[in-house]
């Protein structure tokens, strides 16, 4: 009577465990499968000549789960492009925001929000510049070699950081796009109109 109980007993446990297993899979499955349906979005890139460029950013008032959301589908639209900046204002997003990463790795990503820059330096550095909102054209700009930037990160808090070659190119850059401005903009007219006619024809082909 005691061993066949006994048995009994394994038998309901193994049983138990064995459904509880199962159980437990079901669920990993739901919630992977739930999380893999949750992924960041590719945003669409103005590009030059749109007069939504021109637009000037509005500050960003409060920095919460929707404007988190928009800095993650930045950069993720950033790295799709791939690029190493971008500012809400080239995803028709008109407030000040900008996200850039200038790792090969994806691994340094810096968020800005409501940015404010002073020159440190009187001193210039000549850099040649490209931008996702005008594809496949590079030109030498020159621009102060040390700024001193203040905003506030994606969690709303404020903060400091002194940048110099490269990263002080580029968040003049991204600053500029908040202001409606372009790299072309320091080109000759003849650059700059030459570069127009060329993406115009490209945008009319894409077109028809």
């Not at 190493?84 to 925001?97: C, F, K, P, S, Y």
């Not at 621009?143 to 002080?168: C, S, W, Y």
Request: one cysteine or more.
């Amino acid at each position: 009577m005691r061993y066949e109980h006994s048995r009994t007993l394994f038998w309901l446990s193994s049983h138990f465990l064995i459904m509880l297993r199962i159980i437990l899979a079901v669920l990993s499955y739901f919630i992977l499968f739930s999380t893999s349906q949750t992924h960041m979005a590719i945003l669409n890139i103005l590009e030059y000549p749109d007069p939504r460029l021109r637009t000037i950013a509005k500050q960003v008032e409060q920095v919460d789960d929707n404007i988190r959301t928009l800095i993650d589908d930045m950069f993720e639209t950033m790295y799709d492009a791939p690029g190493i900046g971008l500012a809400a204002t080239q995803v028709d997003e008109h407030i000040r925001l900008l996200v850039m990463d200038l790792s090969e790795d994806k691994s340094e990503p810096l968020v800005f929000i409501n940015p404010e820059i002073e020159t440190l330096t009187e001193d210039t550095e000549l850099y040649q510049e490209g931008c996702l909102s005008v594809p496949g054209f590079f030109e030498d700009v020159q621009r102060p070699e040390r700024v001193k930037i203040n905003a506030l990160d994606r969690n709303g808090t404020a903060f400091e950081m002194i940048a110099d070659g490269l990263l002080a190119v580029c968040i003049q850059h991204e600053c500029d796009h908040l202001n409606g401005k372009l790299f072309v903009d320091y080109l000759s007219s003849l650059k700059r109109d030459r570069i127009k006619k060329k993406l115009e024809k490209i945008h009319r082909q894409q077109k028809a």
